[in-house]
């Protein structure tokens, strides 16, 4: 039997982590063998999750070989601080008027001292240890996923000193490009470290992996070999926790929000437009539920009570990942944002494709053109918006709402086979098997 080729998989997150950036190189590790390649796991021993989820640990492919070695994070120091600096953890932060002096000084500390963010001090100690690993494991490919970018780093300096090494630099959100940078208050000299950086991974890596289609051709400009592979959903079996189609009729219409919703992604026109048809429409105010699954910030929650509907929100909080799914398969309408500024447009959100799977509808805000309304309109699975928008939500909202009066099950005919994680890691072994 031919022997599997080696790739080490250098990721900051992974069970119990919990949240989205785990889902990817989870998966990714789950299907590899199958077309020929043993991943090898490269994580922190004590990492600082800003969730966790123990029930990923069972998706965990048995036979994994898992590295750890310990790393120093200055996140425990900085919540002593502010206890809102817990948020940075998951790239979160107050913005505008919601910001105090303690904020401020905390983003500003962030964004121009702990370069390209606060894990940079596992850097070193990894590049000295991954060193002599790789050669004696005989691993030709290794990938590092960010964010957080400072991965990035671990893959830059060990490709200066082992040339033959190819890496692959997997993106899962933009460095620079993210919505929340413009946001870090960098001084010009901090900025331009930031950019250097980026520009010197993107020349370096070999392959350059992007979750959107915009991203990658953004990348290409600033100098990757880039290639685009999406997000994606597992298929169900009763091995894992999977994703099915539900035809359950629901006893409330069900708008519900899966993930962390922060405020910079926050759809205030939403929430004005569900006030509006609750004031002018009966059944509907007595029929509908906004149900949240993840962690909100609490000043979104604030403002749901200031507009006057905080009394339909169902906060069910964090949940598992297993939990999660189930109820995102008893929604009628599952919502979606991305930040509102141009430059977001390239990003996908993993959890677009977790919907998918359910056949629920789906509402998205985000910038016109963006790659998530692509998806939609190419799945048939649902409506994009944008942030000024309310006459066409409300119609939207309205229409769903008059097919479940009607008992029609309101899931999409999407054809969405290319997005199991299965077909995305043959596409990602692809370009594996390019390197050897």
């Not at 790239?91 to 000084?105: A, C, E, I, R, T």
């Not at 409300?394 to 009066?405: A, F, H, M, Q, T």
Request: charged share 25%; with cysteine; net charge neutral.
């Amino acid at each position: 039997m031919e022997t599997s080729k080696k790739v080490l998989i250098v990721t900051y997150y992974w069970p119990p982590a919990g949240g989205p950036g785990v889902q990817r190189w989870l998966k990714f590790a789950k299907y590899l063998p199958e077309f020929g390649w043993e991943p090898i796991i490269y994580t922190p021993e004590n990492p600082s999750y800003p969730l966790v989820d123990e029930t990923l640990t069972k998706e965990v492919p048995e036979n994994l070989k898992i590295v750890k070695t310990n790393i120093w994070e200055p996140y425990q120091l900085a919540e002593k601080f502010s206890k809102s600096n817990k948020k940075f953890k998951g790239g979160q932060f107050d913005v505008g008027k919601n910001q105090s002096l303690m904020s401020k000084l905390s983003i500003f500390i962030r964004g121009n001292f702990f370069i390209p963010d606060a894990r940079k001090f596992w850097v070193k100690p990894s590049i000295q240890f991954l060193r002599q690993y790789l050669k004696e494991n005989d691993i030709e490919v290794l990938v590092t996923t960010g964010p957080p970018h400072s991965l990035h780093l671990i893959g830059l300096g060990l490709k200066k000193e082992l040339p033959s090494l190819k890496w692959i630099a997997d993106f899962r959100d933009p460095w620079t490009e993210i919505s929340y940078y413009k946001h870090l208050k960098l001084t010009s000299s901090s900025d331009k470290k930031h950019r250097q950086l980026e520009k010197s991974v993107f020349e370096n890596a070999d392959l350059t992996l992007a979750t959107s289609y915009t991203d990658a051709e953004n990348f290409k400009k600033n100098g990757a070999n880039a290639f685009c592979i999406t997000n994606g959903f597992d298929l169900a079996n009763e091995n894992s926790q999977t994703l099915k189609r539900s035809n359950a009729q629901t006893q409330k219409f069900t708008l519900s929000y899966v993930g962390v919703l922060e405020q910079l992604r926050n759809p205030e026109n939403l929430w004005w437009v569900l006030y509006e048809i609750m004031s002018q429409n009966e059944a509907f105010a007595k029929d509908f539920e906004l149900k949240f699954v993840g962690r909100i910030d609490e000043i979104i929650l604030q403002q749901l009570q200031h507009i006057g509907i905080d009394h339909v929100v169902n906060n069910l909080g964090y949940l598992s990942h297993n939990d999660s799914v189930n109820e995102m398969e008893n929604s009628n309408l599952l919502l979606i944002t991305n930040f509102p500024n141009e430059s977001s447009k390239g990003i996908i959100p993993g959890k677009l494709f977790e919907y998918l799977a359910t056949g629920k509808k789906i509402i998205s805000f985000g910038p016109k053109d963006a790659d998530v309304e692509k998806i939609l309109n190419e799945t048939q699975a649902g409506k994009h918006f944008d942030y000024q928008e309310r006459e066409n939500i409300k119609n939207y909202i309205l229409s769903l709402y008059e097919d479940w009066i009607s008992g029609n099950i309101l899931q999409s005919a999407a054809q969405i086979k290319k997005y199991t994680r299965k077909e995305l890691t043959r596409k990602l072994s692809d370009l594996l098997n390019t390197c050897v």
